[in-house]
């Protein structure tokens, strides 16, 4: 299994279509958002021609209106690698959501299952009261958690205060140190690019999304604005533009300004794993640097 990790508009989409091509298999998407088959221009979903060219899985696969989280991914991701290993021997992984990679290739805590209306009243509190209410609240109750460092990460922070007011204990009580041991050899490759070029990408891509027509796209989903898979970069923005709270050019902005800070957050995750190969988005370089791993594990 390739893993081909990375920040937002690193280039990981072109570079797993190019591996996937030379090993003529499939790609499992590990992206939490291009997953709803709603969501298409604000998660920057591979364009119709690229599905074409490669089979791809976890791609359009749910509604918005499905419950989809790393444990959903980890049981379809490794049922659709089994299928795919029938007939090849190599499978390619591409995303940018480090916990879905993280759930694939070593497993998930146990965390009991949280009920719904919890997550649905915190979901409804910062979408009243904003990041700061978050900080405030995953302060206040697991310190704990907030003293890890994930401070400005609202999914993660929503993730902290559910399983606190279910269980009454820090989600970090219920991290594991075992990784599961799975039955076939993973190569991990993450893509960087120099800062000032990534944040060029970066706004670029925010520049084109809003030309194909993002605040279309997201007035349609307007009336589930409250779901947890809209709770994310582009269409939050978009929302509060819609609803008056700023105009277009501010909106324009506050993507561009939050994508960037999410990059930040991917790399800083990918880092934390030194089972990363870091490489340029450069397709001869990373089938190379590929086929040298391939070649050690034979």
């Known amino acids: ?88 021997r190599v499978v390619v992984v591409t995303g940018g959501t480090g916990l879905y990679i993280k759930a694939l290739t070593e497993g998930l805590d146990d965390i009991p299952e949280i009920p719904p209306a919890i997550r649905e009243q915190i979901i409804i509190n910062y979408n009243r009261n904003g990041l700061s209410w978050l900080q405030t609240e995953v302060k206040k109750k697991d310190p704990e958690f907030f003293a890890s460092g994930e401070t400005e990460n609202p999914q993660r922070l929503m993730r902290a205060l559910e399983v606190m007011q279910a269980t009454k204990r820090s989600v970090l009580r219920f991290r594991k140190g075992a990784k599961v041991k799975r039955n076939f050899t993973i190569i991990k490759i993450a893509l960087e690019l120099p800062r000032e070029l990534l944040y060029q990408r970066i706004n670029a891509r925010v520049d084109q999304m809003v030309k194909m027509g993002l605040t279309e796209e997201v007035k349609v989903l307007l009336p589930f604005k409250d779901l947890n898979a809209l709770q994310t970069v582009g269409y939050r923005e978009i929302i509060d533009q819609l609803e008056g709270k700023h105009s277009l050019e501010t909106a324009i902005d506050l993507i561009k300004k939050n994508t960037r800070h999410y990059a930040k957050r991917q790399l800083t995750w990918f880092r934390k794993d030194p089972g990363f190969i870091w490489l340029p988005p450069d397709n001869q370089i990373v089938f190379d640097t590929v086929n040298q791993l391939m070649d050690q594990y034979s």
């Not at 591996?19 to 790609?27: G, K, M, N, P, Y």
């Not at 590990?30 to 119709?48: K, L, T, W, Y």
């Not at 989280?69 to 299928?83: G, P």
């Open 1 to 88: 299994m390739i893993i081909i990790a990375g920040p937002t508009a690193v280039g990981k989409t072109a570079v797993a279509i190019d591996l996937a091509q030379r090993f003529q298999t499939s790609i499992i998407s590990a992206d939490s958002r291009q997953c709803f088959h709603e969501m298409n221009i604000g998660v920057a979903r591979p364009s119709p021609a690229e599905l074409q060219t490669i089979p791809h899985h976890f791609i359009a696969s749910h509604s918005i209106n499905e419950k989809v989280n790393a444990v959903v991914f980890e049981k379809y991701a490794l049922e659709a690698a089994a299928k795919i290993f029938e007939s090849n």
